[in-house]
């Protein structure tokens, strides 16, 4: 049975309220404008990541992001730790409690991090799993109201009902604005996460839309967005999966149906010349750059407020 103390977790987008979600967009801006954080609220603090998928800008943002609140990171590769495999996660839970003061974990499974969180008793940030990647979420919804605002703004998802469109959903969801996405039949998002946008879609004033048509959805969208068709851990679907979204590229085609000054939007890595072409993805309303920064901002946001910005003691390991 767990016995880990009660402490705040960040495994999905629904773990936070609209105005906990608006108070972190506030506070990522005030990191990014260097207004918050100078003063090293996290000096003394050690991250661990936990990582059983590889990573670019989660990691990089997560190192850097602890580095300038004056903590440290430590990365744990999986030929290290072997979640379920050479430790149970419930023992790498525990034993990292003792030795540092937030986890990030990035998974295959969503489950792995709901059993570390439930014996951890440290903050558990969900870094990427099956189900939620919350971070990107945070970066996304961040750079949509950087660049275009939330008020009447309508992004347009093209592609995968995946993690990404999961958090992104929840995201816009909270915060009021709309969203259109167009999946082909069986690729849309899940009803767990409709659900709950749902629900949120009723006090925010915030638009779901679902369509099987990508013209449709971009039509006078304000921001374009996609991520790749076949996510890590899917390979062996690659071939059913490029014929099921044939018709779903976003290319300038794609494109030209969007407001004049839409921008676009990849969470990365892309597969070039699949969901998005070379033209569009490097072209100039193309803001993917600006993601990838606004991550590391936000994260400083969601490090602060888990820890409450000060230093705590950990107990000795026994």
Not at 40 to 58: C, V
Not at 69 to 84: F, K
Not at 255 to 262: G, M, Q
Not at 282 to 302: C, F, I, T
């Amino acid at each position: 049975m767990a016995v880990a103390a009660r402490v705040r977790h960040f495994v999905s987008i629904a773990d936070l309220s609209s105005g906990e979600l608006v108070a972190l967009l506030d506070r990522g801006a005030a990191m990014k404008a260097g207004t918050a954080g100078r003063d090293a609220p996290l000096r003394g603090m050690a991250l661990a990541q936990i990582f059983e998928k590889p990573s670019l800008r989660t990691r990089l943002s997560f190192d850097v992001a602890m580095a300038e609140l004056g903590g440290h990171s430590s990365y744990l590769s999986p030929q290290e730790v072997g979640l379920g495999r050479r430790e149970s996660v419930a023992d790498v839970a525990r034993v990292a409690s003792r030795l540092v003061d937030l986890v990030v974990l990035r998974t295959y499974a969503h489950e792995t991090i709901e059993e570390f969180a439930r014996y951890a008793s440290v903050p558990v940030i969900n870094g990427l799993s099956d189900l939620s990647h919350p971070c990107q979420g945070l970066a996304d919804i961040f750079t949509i109201r950087e660049r275009k605002g939330l008020d009447g703004t309508i992004t347009a998802y093209v592609g995968d009902g995946n993690n990404v469109l999961h958090s992104l959903m929840l995201c816009v969801a909270k915060t009021g604005a709309t969203l259109r996405i167009a999946t082909p039949e069986g690729y849309g998002p899940q009803e767990r996460f409709l659900t709950l946008a749902r629900a949120v879609e009723k006090e925010t004033g915030a638009r779901i839309e679902l369509t099987d048509d990508p013209v449709a959805a971009v039509t006078g969208a304000d921001v374009v967005y996609t991520d790749v068709w076949t996510s890590m851990g899917q390979e062996q679907e690659y071939e059913r999966r490029r014929r099921a979204f044939q018709g779903y590229q976003v290319n300038a085609k794609l494109v030209a149906h969007a407001k004049p000054d839409a921008i676009v939007m990849h969470d990365m890595p892309a597969h070039r010349g699949e969901e998005i072409t070379d033209e569009v993805l490097d072209g100039p309303r193309s803001v993917v750059l600006d993601q990838a920064e606004n991550k590391m901002h936000m994260l400083k946001a969601v490090l602060c407020w888990l820890v409450g910005g000060t230093a705590s003691p950990r107990p000795p390991l026994r």
